[in-house]
């Protein structure tokens, strides 16, 4: 006994070396084959009504199938579940999340009490398939994996044509972010329809068939459709919620051992990564709220962190300090900011793109790049991060000091998960030797701006007050916006020349959305004004112009049950910017030459002239309003 108790503690690097250098493929039921996991099935299978053998042939079924597809790949890269495993964890947790919120539910909705009777069996299955199949488009869009069975050589799988072999040897990684934002964060959203059929029997497929409406809810939900999804939708997004709150920390309502919580600076960290990689903070350009360097990652300090915690109010997390200020000392006090010359969390520097003939001044946050990018290598900004004084000197630092002024610890993660995701050179082929989005803007503290040749001077922006609270996304302030559109106006048909990819939809469509059908009717009827003083439309030669919020807030006022509906899930944000989402979803808007979804628009008058900030959707998708004459008095300003 006293052997075992003196007995030398292996060493970390041991430990490390042990671990196998490849995933093994294995079965669905041997992946659920744990303590756990079985444990969360038997409280999934308690909420059906069903006999053991349609459980076992086709709700089981469904599960292992699941199960052998995704294998330990993690639901995210630097998000919830991010370990290895993470994403069969994160489906069973939304499974029994989903079904529990599912019972809530009269399925069918606004059916007869003899109809619910019989078809609530297959609305719930729906549900459940929905759920299984909510996220398991990532495989197919955002993760490589090379797999090769014994003796064999790499080969890339693609999920499209059959499983991983079993006992075969494989790796993944994530793959670099595209550079159309829009399309690459939505792609694996619509990639799961790809794979739904493998999740299916045959007769639980005609089964399905057999009801047009559950059909056109679950293919809706399965590929994010702005329309359609309806209750099968909510179901799946609220467990979706429940369960990446669960995993980050966030308030489920259920009480846990305070162990397991998880500390404010990993959260804050976590959340960072999260808007970094989703493309919801620009990077490297003129705008942009991140710059990366060689070494370092520069975050314009202030409305970054106004965004980190928006983020993690919106996941459910309590406890977060209002203070920005104190968001900086959390980090501090962690090592996970590099301090400057005063110790403090925050710097002043100025940024050099050549290229563009561009300068500014900002106040950072200042990263070690593997406390931001702990699995990848970002693309580096090709130009200078220059710290400066107070007084606009550049600061020459010492490298050696620079190197020790902060220890580079990364928050607490799962030795299992570092190992099987390590750090990869993102361009180099995964077998050896077988981008960026139209991301969100940044408002932030500008302290100087300069355009060089000619020099044009700008105002400061407003302040952090006036910060709009768009989930996850913070406004590019006009003041920093380029001063060649501040100053000049175009027309209607100049603006519609240069949209280059506007998009048209039919308006039979279009008035499937709630407020876009409000909007139409009430503008038939004449109860909202068009084309007037103070009116929250004007109707151009080829746009029609929503006045914001007016518009916006004058639905909610219309219509006080869908105002209590936003209500609760507005959270701290303002009720109106979900619909502001809702309406972006659309993607019949034109946005302005930064990428901003609102633009301003001048309305001249005979004494005066005033300023509006507007959506401009495209005309030519409401032929409802052709006989409006357009207003002539407006300039857009893109």
Request: aromatic share 8%.
């Amino acid at each position: 006994m006293l052997t075992t108790f003196f007995r030398r503690k292996p060493d970390q690097n041991e430990v490390v070396q042990s671990l196998p250098k490849y995933s093994i493929a294995r079965s669905g039921k041997d992946l659920l084959n744990t303590s756990e996991r079985q444990a969360l099935i038997r409280k999934i299978k308690r909420l059906f009504s069903i006999t053991e053998e349609v459980w076992a042939n086709h709700y089981l079924y469904a599960i292992e199938q699941f199960a052998e597809l995704v294998q330990e790949v993690p639901a995210s890269e630097i998000h919830h579940h991010s370990k290895a495993g993470g994403l069969i964890d994160h489906t069973l947790e939304a499974l029994h999340a989903g079904i529990r919120i599912a019972q809530g539910y009269v399925l069918p909705p606004n059916s007869e009490p003899e109809h619910i009777a019989s078809a609530s069996d297959r609305w719930r299955f729906g549900a459940f398939i929905a759920i299984l199949a909510h996220d398991i488009g990532k495989i197919v869009t955002d993760i490589e994996v090379v797999y090769r069975e014994r003796g064999g050589e790499f080969q890339h799988w693609h999920p499209w044509y059959g499983n991983i072999p079993v006992e075969a040897e494989y790796s993944y990684r994530y793959k670099k972010r595209a550079s159309n934002a829009k399309i690459a964060k939505s792609l694996h959203e619509k990639a799961a329809m790809s794979l739904l059929p493998r999740l299916l029997t045959r007769k639980a497929a005609q089964w399905v068939f057999e009801d047009t409406e559950l059909l056109a809810q679950l293919f809706s939900t399965v590929t994010h459709s702005t329309f359609g999804g309806q209750a099968i939708a909510e179901i799946v997004r609220t467990a979706d919620s429940a369960s990446v709150a669960k995993n980050l920390g966030a308030d489920t309502g259920i009480r846990t051992d305070h162990s397991s919580a998880v500390p404010l600076h990993e959260k804050l960290i976590v959340s960072l990564r999260k808007l970094i990689n989703d493309g919801d903070l620009k990077r490297n350009k003129p705008g942009a709220a991140i710059w990366v360097t060689e070494t370092d990652t520069w975050v314009v300090s202030k409305a970054t962190m106004e965004a980190v915690r928006v983020q993690l109010l919106n996941e459910g997390h309590k406890g977060i300090p209002k203070n920005i200020v104190r968001l900086f000392e959390v980090l501090r006090e962690h090592d996970l900011l590099i301090p400057n010359s005063e110790g403090d969390s925050v710097w002043t520097a100025e940024i050099n793109d050549f290229a563009k003939n561009w300068q500014q001044k900002l106040t950072f946050l200042r990263f070690k790049n593997e406390i931001i990018w702990p699995t990848s290598n970002p693309d580096t900004f090709d130009g200078e991060v220059l710290p400066v004084d107070k007084a606009g000197n550049v600061i020459k630092s010492d490298p050696e000091e620079s190197e020790n002024a902060t220890q580079t610890q990364q928050p607490v993660v799962d030795k299992n998960a570092e190992v099987l995701n390590q750090k990869i050179d993102d361009d180099k082929p995964l077998i050896q030797p077988p981008k960026e989005l139209p991301e969100a803007k940044a408002e932030y503290e500008v302290l100087q701006v300069k355009q060089r040749q000619p020099e044009v001077k700008l105002p400061t922006t407003k302040s952090l007050s006036n910060l709009t609270a768009k989930q996850t996304q913070v406004q590019i302030p006009e003041d920093a916006q380029s001063s060649v559109h501040a100053s000049t106006g175009v027309s209607s048909s100049e603006a519609k020349n240069l949209w280059k990819h506007s998009r048209r939809v039919q308006e039979d469509l279009l008035v499937q959305n709630d407020f876009v059908a409000w909007l139409l009717k009430g503008i038939s009827r004449r109860n909202i004004r068009v084309n007037e003083s103070k009116a929250p439309v004007h109707i151009l030669e080829n746009h029609v112009a929503l006045v914001t919020p007016a518009i916006f807030n004058l639905y909610l006022d219309k219509n006080s049950l869908k105002k209590r509906l936003y209500e609760k899930r507005a959270g701290d944000k303002k009720v109106y910017t979900l619909l502001q989402k809702e309406l972006e979803s659309l993607d019949i808007h034109q946005r302005g030459s930064n990428g901003q979804n609102i633009v301003r628009m001048s309305v001249e008058g005979q004494r005066s002239q005033s300023e509006l900030r507007v959506y401009l959707l495209n005309r030519e998708c409401f032929p409802s309003l052709v006989n409006f004459s357009a207003n002539k008095a407006m300039t857009i300003h893109l």
